[in-house]
């Protein structure tokens, strides 16, 4: 059985595991991308990394949906990407490719990772204009933004009390994660609040704290920063799975 349910601009939907949850998850992206290239010609992703979205991009390999999928006219940006080689295991962008763009034929050059292993702040600087290029005239940055959440209520890579989560004038910033000495960089909470759609891809009782913070508690974005995604003109969704639902009191039947 799949629970739904709306709070505000939020609606949740909660699968009874991750195998589901993935399948809804490409379902959604198959149906969304065909939208998008027939109202304007093209479909706009935000790719998130981590675990989370790794069962719905393989998915979106195989049959039935690597059919439905106009490849030809889908570009790839990234949320967000740890600051090292691209052939590392900690990228991102490797994360992606390995799961389903290998596997799919999107052109190469409609593929837009985060290149940032030398120089994080001015790779930044690189990325917001080339995102700012892509959307001249558009009303929404993407038609998708994914994005995960972690234990602490972090999302992409803004992390509690970062100054990162202060900004609105910059579309992506350099962050130093001191506990990894290691940079980032990060779109930031303006860039994915202008997304026509935000998915969050949420599974595992470890974040069931998390969640239930984020989604019951106040609102304290310093300290969860995944509460600072509202976008602004768009629809904000919630794909979780029973254990990370497990104590959402307020939204479960």
Known sequence: MISRREIGPVRLHIYPDYETLSRAAAELFATRSAEAVKLHGRFSVALSGGSGPVGFYELL?????RERVDWKKVHFFWGDERCVPEDD???????????FLASVPVPEDQVHPIRCHDAPASAAESYETLLKSYCRGCLHTFDLAIMGMGEDGHTAS???????????????????????????????????????????????REKARALQEVLEGPYDPQRLPAQSIRPVSGELLWLVDEAAAELVSELRL
């Open 158 to 204: 803004l992390f509690p009390g970062d100054p990162a989560l202060m900004e609105q004038e910059r579309w992506a910033v350099a962050v130093y994660k001191a506990d990894e000495d290691l940079y980032r960089v990060t779109l930031t909470t303006p860039v994915f609040n202008r997304s026509e759609t935000v998915l969050f891809l949420v599974a595992g």
């Open 61 to 65: 390999a195989r049959a039935p949906y």
């Open 89 to 99: 295991p900690r990228s991102n962008a490797r994360l992606a490719r390995r799961a």
